[in-house]
Nanobody
Framework: QVQVVESGGGLVQTGGSLRLSCAANGSTGKIWTMGWYRQPPGEQRAWVATVTGGGSTNYADSVKGRFTISRDNAKNTVYLQMNSVKPEDTGVYYC????????????WGQGTQVTVSS
């Protein structure tokens, strides 16, 4: 049983910063990639950033230069440092974990709300 738990969401003013955390607990096996997605109000869920086990990162153009994704392999935890936030960053942020040894599985967290006030 694997649980993915996000934390760190909240209300922040435009231009401020917020740090999200996501921990994968349980029998994950090898964790391949960890990433963040977000779902603005009334919109589809969209990819934000991904980090591989080796530390390679990729970002959506909308957050490049403002957000930083990182992971602590010893803790099976991924972080999203959000700087210079904008109102359009508002949404529910979900953590995605791809893990497994013989087979790979995708796990999602329950989401954490981020609201950026203008």
């Amino acid at each position: 049983q694997v649980q993915v738990v996000e934390s760190g969401g909240g209300l922040v003013q435009t231009g401020g910063s917020l740090r999200l955390s996501c921990a994968a607990n349980g029998s994950t096996g090898k964790i391949w990639t960890m990433g963040w997605y977000r779902q603005p109000p009334g919109e589809q869920r969209a990819w934000v950033a991904t980090v591989t086990g080796g530390g390679s990162t990729n970002y959506a153009d909308s957050v490049k230069g403002r957000f930083t994704i990182s992971r602590d392999n010893a803790k099976n935890t991924v972080y999203l440092q959000m700087n210079s936030v904008k109102p359009e960053d508002t949404g529910v942020y979900y953590c995605k974990v791809v893990a497994g040894t013989a087979y790979t599985y995708t796990y999602w967290g329950q989401g954490t709300q981020v609201t950026v006030s203008s």
